[in-house]
């Protein structure tokens, strides 16, 4: 017995409460019949052509990703446009589009940051910034290792643990400072930075850090930075998704990880300090 659509935006929104979702968000359901019939489902970090393509040939009757393809007002979805041409090819193959965005950041247990916490290791988390007073739902998460370890050796075990990126982990502190309190927020979270200090984290792991804030947080105590890509950051959710689907609709939809790598960049280059010892910049 399959289940309709519908049901499955139902089970999504249970778990990623839309009132948690900024109120600048676009989150829910895309496009897609509520009637219809759903027995398998992709889920993916991004709404790109790959991603779509991946979908339709799987035979997946919806497609679960965590950025918007809308974000901005819409008046038409043309399919000589780029995202419009996506809206076209899900419809004719007859799969619908939900979102999760910042409501699946701030969920309990299933969301972004748990799972991002999870995958690091981390024990006893709670949220940086709670929704709300003793609140489990928020934005980040701090919490424990399990063994004491160098920002070095933690930021070896981010490169390990993430999808592999051709960017990798950068750390900005003491390569040998002592880690054992750990503060994530999938995404770009540098603005909760100050959150992480104040909850004594050794290291905030996070993505999309630029140069001044990272800069001026070595100058004063706090935490050390590790920078991965918005990407690896946030994939972490993607089969946690795809395994409290599947269970709470009791099997009847078959949901799986896409295997589509949506990172952008392909590239990097570089040489490392140690070939230019006497630190210069040209």
């Given at each position: 017995m399959t289940a309709t659509l519908g049901?499955?935006?139902?089970?999504?929104?249970?778990?990623?409460?839309?009132a948690l979702a900024e109120g600048w968000d676009a989150v829910g359901l895309v496009c897609g019949d509520p009637a219809d019939p759903v027995d398998r489902v992709l889920v993916a970090v991004d709404p790109v052509a790959a991603v779509?393509?991946?979908?339709?040939?799987?035979?997946?009757?919806l497609l679960v990703t965590h950025h918007p393809l809308f974000l901005t007002a819409v008046h038409g979805v043309p399919a000589d446009d780029p995202k419009g041409r996506l809206v076209h090819r899900l419809v004719r193959a007859g799969c619908g589009l939900f979102v999760a965005h910042t409501n699946a950041d701030r969920?309990?247990?299933?969301?972004?940051?748990?799972?991002?916490?999870?995958?690091?290791?981390?024990?006893?988390?709670?949220?940086l910034q709670p929704a709300a007073p003793g609140s489990r739902e928020g934005l980040g998460r701090v919490g424990e290792l399990a063994e004491p370890t160098t920002l070095a050796a933690f930021a070896a075990h981010a490169a390990a643990v993430l999808p592999a990126t051709e960017v990798g982990v950068r750390a900005a502190g003491d390569p040998g400072r002592p880690v054992r309190t750990v503060a994530v927020c999938g995404g770009s979270g540098g603005s909760l930075l100050p959150e992480a200090a104040a909850a004594g984290a050794d290291v905030f792991l996070t993505s999309d850090l630029r140069h001044h804030p990272v800069s001026e947080s070595q100058e004063v105590s706090g935490p050390a930075l590790c920078d991965v890509t918005h990407f690896a950051s946030e994939w972490p959710w993607v089969p946690v998704v795809a395994d409290v689907l599947t269970a709470d609709l009791s099997g009847r939809v078959a949901a799986?990880?896409?295997?589509?790598r949506t990172d952008p960049w392909t590239v990097h280059r570089g040489r490392s300090t140690a070939e230019d010892p006497a630190g210069r910049a040209g």
């Open positions: 049901e499955v935006v139902a089970a999504l929104e249970a778990r990623y409460d839309p779509v393509d991946e979908a339709v040939e799987t035979g997946a009757g969920a309990a247990g299933v969301g972004v940051n748990d799972a991002l916490a999870a995958v690091l290791g981390l024990t006893g988390t709670r949220p799986s990880a896409s295997r589509v």
